[in-house]
């Protein structure tokens, strides 16, 4: 069964830091691109960033960029993101998704989810 | 920044009614950047719809996508009771991902 599985959040105060982790199962875990998103709570979904199964391509949104790192190691099939200076308004859930994979044409989509790890910044 | 504007906001419709969901972006989008997806309270999101109008694994045929360039659709031929949630559409420009505002489908 392809499935993901996210870890690491809790409650962390304003400044402090926070790694989130993704067990990726049932897939070849380095072919994939994977993803990152959040989702304040009563709030829509909001992308946070990207890495390709070699890491050659890194991206971030702007609401993080600089405050956050993403890595993978696909010996373990696993997926992390490293949160730092945390502020209020990156509570929410984070998800891992995965990245849509077609044999000819160049898809932008998340096909497969985790169930979330909530990240809490208060004091 | 491409930004995507979801309509309705709230669509209140009865189950075996037809619903139409609107997705417009304020720059052109290419087809295979143009993603559909249901969320229900408490899940995570799933995807319906990938490069405008193609549906991913398991999503059942009354589910539908169309449109091009700067406006989207997704059209819910016969609703049935498990197809009331939040839509979002979602699209891939200058190496980042955006998400509509989401369309919130509820039972009249």
């Known amino acids: 069964e392809v499935q993901l599985v996210e870890s690491g959040g809790g409650l962390v105060k304003p400044g402090g830091s926070l790694r989130l982790s993704c067990a990726a199962s049932g ?6 691109t ?6 304040a709570p009563g709030k829509g979904l909001e992308w946070v960033s990207s890495i390709s199964g070699g890491t050659t391509y890194i991206d971030y949104a702007d609401s993080l960029k600089g405050r956050c ?3 993978r ?4 099939n696993s997926l992390y993101l490293q949160m730092s200076s945390l502020r ?4 929410a859930v984070y998800y891992c998704a995965r990245r849509v994979v077609a044999t000819i044409t160049d898809y932008f989509a998340m096909d497969v989810w985790g169930q979330g790890t909530t990240v809490t910044v208060s004091s | 920044e491409i930004v995507l504007t979801q309509s309705p906001g709230t669509l209140s419709l009865s189950p ?5 969901l609107s997705c417009r972006a304020s720059q052109y989008v290419s087809y295979s950047y143009l993603a559909w997806y249901q969320q229900k309270p408490g899940q995570a999101p799933r995807l319906l719809i990938y490069g405008a109008s193609s549906r991913a694994t398991g999503i059942p045929d009354r589910f539908s ?3 091009s360039e700067t406006d989207f659709t997704l059209t819910i031929s016969r609703l049935e009771p498990e197809d009331f949630a939040v839509y979002y559409c979602q699209q891939y420009g200058s190496s980042s991902y955006t998400f509509g505002q989401g369309t919130k489908l509820e039972i009249k």
Do not use: C, H, L, P
């Open chain 1, 27 to 32: 897939f070849t875990f380095s072919s994939y």
């Open chain 1, 34 to 39: 994977m993803n990152w998103v959040r989702q």
């Open chain 1, 69 to 71: 790192t993403i890595s």
């Open chain 1, 73 to 76: 190691d696909n010996a373990k």
């Open chain 1, 88 to 91: 209020a308004e990156d509570t």
């Open chain 2, 16 to 20: 075996g009614e037809r619903a139409t």
């Open chain 2, 65 to 67: 996508g169309s449109g």
